[in-house]
């Protein structure tokens, strides 16, 4: 199954840039993807070494079919869902716990 599509729906979330924020708060790297299309996730965000896709959503914002079809048969590591700062440092958290764990 091809994971590309079309584009000309793709849409920043009210939240966007403050995710990106505090992920850079938090030493990640961050590209945005969110004009990839397709059900692409919005980032992709780098942390020790480790890179992980991240959908953002407001608080009451559900995923797209396209979102979820992408996520489904994505082979990398499980798309990440983030709506507020408290997700972003649980998140990094995440990450940070599996490095000290190797």
Same mark, same amino acid.
């Given at each position: 199954? $091809?994971? %590309?599509?079309?584009?000309?729906? $793709?849409?920043k979330d009210a939240n966007h840039e403050e995710i &990106? !924020?505090?992920?850079?708060?938090?030493?990640? $790297? !961050? #590209?945005?993807?969110?004009? &990839? +299309? +397709?059900?692409c996730p919005d980032i992709l965000v780098g942390c020790g070494? @480790? $890179?992980?896709? !991240?959908? @953002?959503?407001?608080?009451? +914002?559900d995923l797209e079919p396209n979102q979820v079809t992408f996520a489904k048969h994505w082979r990398g590591n499980p798309v990440r @869902? #983030?709506?507020n700062d408290a997700d972003v440092e649980s998140h990094v958290k995440k @990450? %940070?716990?599996r490095l000290a764990r190797v």
């Open positions: 199954m $091809s994971l %590309r599509g079309d584009n000309r729906f $793709s849409r &990106v !924020v505090a992920y850079e708060a938090l030493y990640c $790297s !961050v #590209v945005d993807l969110h004009t &990839v +299309g +397709g059900g070494g @480790i $890179s992980e896709l !991240v959908e @953002i959503k407001t608080q009451d +914002g @869902i #983030v709506r @990450i %940070r716990g």
